[in-house]
């Protein structure tokens, strides 16, 4: 046994050695005796995180922290029983004494409960306001897009999807099909690492080569998706530059606000599509100042669409950079389907592009596309590419074989457009309120989000027909909708299926329509996509009820 002399000794060269090993006792002043040292550990960053209480015993005194339990530290030189250390059974260390598994609980709900109940608070907030989000089950069907299996607790049928953003079916395409199995073949399935360690595979190098042709830009960069693109871009590109201001439109995509936030720059928020107002911002700004641009060309929840050289014109007059997400407009619009900006000759003026791989393309990730010094700036810094796993071959095989496809076929896009023409005409010829637009996308505004989930329930369950509600927080209170996107492959018997639909779900739900009639002669002549060549081909054929599958093979003849 050692005397109360020696104990002391080994107790203060005991904690000399613990202050050399941990870095925060080490920081703090003398070490006190053991009856402190639960206090301790709770403070302790690595004490505090083991899962079981760390008991002391001190003489005939027993604390336990909720740090570790059964962790024992026998710390009185006056005490040598044995029966003492770890003794916590028969007697509450403090307070009333609770086991439940491995946890201890003093006379208070545990932590996990009470963070268990903040979250149950929050999800039931959601139920009562309507915005709960309840995903589909669907099992989609090689050659038979848009039709698919609904599967509900032990029932399935089939359904009609109409809010699928493969909005040209190319994740159907044999092209697109064909490729991606000689690339699983060939390769297998991961890529088996980041781009940087054994990752990057002969399918990612050509992916970012045709990006960049495709766009009109020297380089690209793949990410494992549009928003991380969008995040991890925006917040490198801002970052690099030194003291730069963002100025960002107030209806920008979720993932281009997590971009600006994540910089921590400076941000200026402009509203939406206003000229005015963005160059009164960038006039404030200091001249010197970098200046970050930040926009989309098709905005996906109302379908508007960005003055693009407008923007451009006030970049070039304030020397700010431009940033341009073109999600929603990648292969659908444009001589070789490049977007928004090819579609309107701004390809050049555009300093930086993002798109994705998930929508028109078919496939799943995203990209930008640039100058060669920027692309490789953000290769080099953003943590969203470094630090995560290359795409798959067979994703990135696939999604290539998408574009090849896009660059040289307008058939898919134009048989899209005319699809749009025809339901927005007789969605307006109906009074039910189509929020008017010049792109693809086809919003029917409700206004209340329990309003538009019963809606949407009617259609999947009385009529077989799958439309999303659209609620908060992806658009605002009150401005609830059915986003609908039509596709090449939905038939005209279809879409007078779905308006009769909507026009009876209209009526027996009490859902306002439109404050007047919007039935027009001609009511796509001013839309974007039918700047094409075939523009008066294709307004006389939606007006005249020809059916897509007759455009489509007209389209094909003539090509």
Not at 261 to 282: G, V
Not at 286 to 310: C, N, Q, T, W
Not at 363 to 368: L, S
Not at 527 to 550: C, K, M, W
Request: net charge neutral.
């Amino acid at each position: 046994m050692f005397s109360s002399g020696t104990a002391r000794s080994f107790l203060t060269f005991a904690s000399q050695e613990v202050k050399k090993l941990c870095p925060f006792v080490g920081k703090m002043g003398e070490m006190s005796r053991g009856k402190d040292l639960s206090k301790m550990a709770e403070m302790c960053p690595v004490a505090s995180k083991m899962d079981k209480p760390i008991v002391i015993v001190d003489g005939d005194d027993a604390k336990a922290s909720p740090a570790a339990h059964g962790r024992h530290y026998h710390t009185s030189a006056a005490s040598s029983s044995s029966e003492k250390i770890g003794h916590h059974d028969s007697t509450p260390l403090y307070g009333h004494h609770h086991h439940q598994g491995n946890l201890v609980t003093h006379g208070r709900k545990s932590k996990p409960q009470v963070y268990l109940e903040h979250f149950d608070g929050s999800i039931e907030k959601l139920h009562k306001e309507g915005n709960y989000r309840i995903f589909a089950n669907l099992q989609r069907h090689k050659g038979n897009f848009p039709n698919a299996t609904f599967r509900k607790a032990d029932t399935e049928r089939m359904v009609k999807i109409w809010c699928s953003n493969d909005y040209l079916g190319m994740g159907q395409h044999p092209v697109v099909l064909q490729a991606s199995h000689e690339a699983l073949e060939k390769s297998g399935t991961g890529a088996g690492g980041t781009r940087n360690i054994s990752g990057t595979m002969t399918y990612h190098v050509a992916l970012e080569k045709e990006l960049a042709d495709w766009h009109g830009k020297e380089a690209a960069l793949l990410f494992t998706s549009g928003y991380v693109a969008n995040e991890a871009a925006i917040s490198t590109i801002a970052q690099l530059l030194p003291n730069s201001i963002i100025f960002s439109d107030a209806k920008n995509h979720a993932s281009m606000i997590a971009g600006v936030r994540n910089s921590k720059c400076e941000k200026k928020i402009f509203r939406h599509n206003d000229m005015q107002h963005l160059e009164e911002l960038l006039a404030a700004a200091p001249a010197d100042r970098p200046k970050l641009i930040v926009f989309e060309s098709v905005y996906s929840m109302d379908g508007a669409i960005a003055p693009i050289h407008a923007i451009c014109d006030l970049a070039e007059k304030y020397g700010a950079m431009t940033y341009i997400d073109e999600v929603h407009a990648v292969g659908m619009y444009g001589p070789r389907g490049a977007g928004v900006c090819e579609q309107i000759g701004a390809a050049d003026r555009v300093d930086v592009v993002n798109g994705t791989l998930g929508k028109a393309v078919g496939v799943f990730g995203g990209y930008i596309a640039g100058s060669a010094k920027l692309v490789d700036a953000v290769r080099s810094y953003a943590s969203g590419f470094i630090f995560t796993t290359a795409l798959p071959p067979v994703v990135a095989a696939g999604a290539t074989a998408s574009i090849r496809h896009l660059k040289e076929s307008s058939a898919e896009r134009e048989a899209q457009h005319l699809k749009v023409a025809q339901l927005k005409h007789m969605l307006k010829s109906k009074n039910l309120p189509v929020m008017d637009n010049p792109s693809h996308i086809v919003p029917i505004h409700v206004g209340d989000a329990a309003l538009c989930k019963a809606a949407s329930d009617e259609l999947l369950n009385a009529y077989g027909m799958y439309i999303q509600p659209i609620n908060y927080p992806t658009v605002p209170k009150g401005t609830e909708r059915l986003r609908v996107t039509p596709g090449p492959l939905h038939s005209l018997n279809d879409i007078m299926t779905l308006v009769d639909a909507l026009d009876d779900i209209w009526t027996r739900l009490n859902i306002p329509r439109a404050q007047e009639e919007h039935v027009a002669e001609n009511p796509t002549i001013d839309d974007l996509f039918y700047f094409a060549h075939s523009n008066a081909e294709i307004q006389a054929r939606a007006r005249a009820g020809v059916t897509p599958e007759a455009m489509q093979m007209s389209m094909s003849a003539s090509a």
